[in-house]
């Protein structure tokens, strides 16, 4: 072949902005929908083990610590099996949401148990909304003797 025939090309795409970014040295703005890795917030946990049930890749795994009476429990995420869908935000009960999803993207490890996420926290314990204050009760006249 010769290089000739290659010439032009070559001229023309020297002098053309390139079609790629310069990562990791420059960064792009995430999507707005972009769901990253899951993680927990321990003191809005309820324990109600939503997200445990409904992770369909099997992820989060939450196990009582202790004492039934301590009520602390140890939730870990799986960012090896998680498929990042996040169900476990969806399907948590709590206000604000305990299970949130972060913006990391660059998780590389080179061994898949780094990738493990614990928490060892005591459950949350919801207060029942106060009930609105009675209206003042009327005075009882009392009866003249």
């Known amino acids: 072949m010769r290089i000739a025939a290659f010439l032009p090309e070559l001229l023309r795409h020297l002098f053309k902005k390139p079609a790629t970014v310069d990562y990791p040295f420059k960064k792009i703005a995430l999507p707005e929908d972009f769901r990253g890795t899951p993680y927990l917030q321990p003191e809005l946990c309820i324990v109600c083990k939503a997200c445990e049930r409904d992770c369909p890749a099997e992820a989060i795994e939450i196990t009582a610590v202790g ?16 498929i990042h869908c996040a169900q476990c935000v969806d399907v948590c009960p709590t206000t604000p949401k305990a299970m949130q999803m972060d913006s990391l993207f660059e998780l590389a490890a080179d061994d898949r148990h780094k990738l ?9 314990v919801i207060k029942p909304k106060a009930a609105a204050p009675a209206a003042p009760a009327a005075p009882v006249a009392e009866p003249k003797a």
């Not at 493990?116 to 949350?124: G, Q, T």
């Open 116 to 124: 493990k996420k614990d928490w060892v926290y005591v459950r949350a």
């Open 67 to 82: 004492e039934p009476a301590e009520k602390r429990f140890k939730m870990v995420i799986h960012n090896d099996r998680c």
